[in-house]
């Protein structure tokens, strides 16, 4: 996989051998330095399961509290 790298300033893109080139450091930023991009394919990302739960209320846990008597 090929590493990209990003200015932390301006965000601009860089690929490997052109951060090296210029010293992983920004042409556009002065005293910028180039961060690894990590970035993973797009095939990878798209809908994480979550580990978000719904919680179904339980009807039997639901009483009804008027009784028969009441009626
Ligand atoms: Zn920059």
Do not use: H, Q
């Not at 996989?1 to 300033?9: E, F, L, N, P, W």
């Not at 951060?19 to 002065?30: H, Y």
Request: glycine share 2%; proline share 7%; charged share 30%.
């Amino acid at each position: 996989m090929a590493v990209k790298y990003s200015c932390a300033k301006c965000n601009r893109k860089f690929v490997d051998w052109g951060a090296e080139k210029l010293g992983f450091s920004c042409p556009d930023c002065e005293d910028s330095t180039l961060e690894i991009v990590n970035f993973e394919p797009a095939a990878k990302v798209k809908s994480k399961p979550t580990l978000k739960r719904v919680v179904a209320p339980k009807s039997d846990a639901i009483e009804p509290e008027i009784s028969a008597e009441d009626l």
